[in-house]
């Protein structure tokens, strides 16, 4: 797609109404979905050449740390033969990078959960579904989500669609989420833009953590 299908592209869905502006309220959570293994060692069949995200989140991470902001860690981890994923394991192949046993699922150095933060172990692609996570948002306070991780298309996308439809203001944080195909990557980023959160840059997020801090 040329810049020129682009800005048209756009022009298109704000004159169809899509893209309002989303604010973010003052008790932000981090949610950093599924940062494994899997998508950063080249012996996976689901590497996706996304370190420089991988970068970026270990960034935010420590922004929201600084910020003392709750933090939340999604991992996915399924019984050896996929069985409590259902349809979800029998359509993606992939899914066995996360079954037991194998060391891909683990988490990404640098994005463990500290004793203090949660981590959120799930078998299907949204962070809400099937766990605790909105019950423990709820409890918070927590009236927006910053969202990182991998991979755009997928989790990240499930997940962002599901903050929205609980009631939270979420913002996906475009350096910090990544996918193996750009082109995917974008058209995802861009549709989320236009229908259920803002998408940020890293250094936007960051200016905003930082606000939320010197506000408290």
């Known amino acids: 797609m040329t810049i020129a299908d ?118 299907y692609p949204s962070a809400f579904f099937g766990t605790t996570l909105n019950s423990h948002l709820t409890s918070l306070g927590v009236d927006t989500v910053l969202i990182a991780g991998l991979s755009t298309s997928g989790c990240v996308r499930a997940t962002t669609l599901d903050a929205m439809q609980h009631g939270f203001i979420p913002i996906v944080v475009e350096d910090a989420v990544g996918d193996r195909d750009s082109a995917i990557h974008n058209s995802n980023l861009f549709d ?9 840059p890293l250094d936007r997020a960051q200016q905003y953590l930082k606000e939320i801090t010197v506000r408290d």
Not at 14 to 19: E, T, V, W, Y
Not at 82 to 92: E, W, Y
């Open 6 to 123: 682009r800005i048209e592209q756009a022009a298109d869905y704000a004159r169809a109404g899509f893209g309002k502006e989303l604010r973010p309220g003052t008790r932000p959570a981090l949610i950093v979905v599924d940062p494994a293994r899997a998508y950063i060692d080249p012996e996976c069949a689901l590497y996706a050449g996304v370190e420089e995200n991988v970068e970026a989140m270990r960034a935010l991470l420590a922004s929201a740390r600084e910020a003392g902001i709750p933090v939340v860690i999604t991992e996915v981890r399924l019984r050896a033969d996929g069985a409590d994923a259902g349809v979800f394991f029998r359509k993606s192949g992939t899914l066995v990078a996360f079954c037991e046993g194998s060391p891909y699922g683990e988490l990404i150095e640098g994005l463990e959960p500290t004793c203090a933060e949660t981590l959120v172990t799930k078998k």
């Open 192 to 200: 989320m833009q236009q229908k259920m959160a803002e998408v940020w």
